[in-house]
């Protein structure tokens, strides 16, 4: 099925990202569409598919996941967390594919890839 989907893992603690906002925006040019704002479930994951079906269109596309409200404040002295909002920029070139883009994070860093 084609789908867009994503899943935030806590890597500082081991465990899925529960309750963080991820928005996704359709970037054209300099314009940004937002196309939906959501929160991911117990197990870090969205409930339903960002986008799927006639939704998928090839392009580029923004997903912003709200790590530094999720972590709270980076902890000690610091009442500003290092990582705010982590913004990847990626394109779709295959509509008729299954799009994962999975987000390992802590309050210092993260990475991402393409999965399956």
Partial sequence: MTKL???????ANGVPAEDMTVRLSRITGDNRQLLLETRTNS?????????SGE??????????????????????DDSIAFLDCVVLRFGISDPQSHY????????????TYRGS
């Avoid at 989907?5 to 890597?11: A, E, F, N």
């Fill in 43 to 51: 197990d870090g994951r969205c409930d339903a598919p960002l986008l």
């Fill in 55 to 76: 939704e998928m269109q090839a392009g580029r596309y923004e997903l912003e996941f709200e790590a530094g409200t999720y972590f709270g404040s980076s902890g000690g």
């Fill in 5 to 11: 989907t994503t899943h935030v893992l806590d890597t």
């Fill in 100 to 111: 994962h883009v999975p987000l390992l994070v802590s309050p210092y860093s993260y990475s």
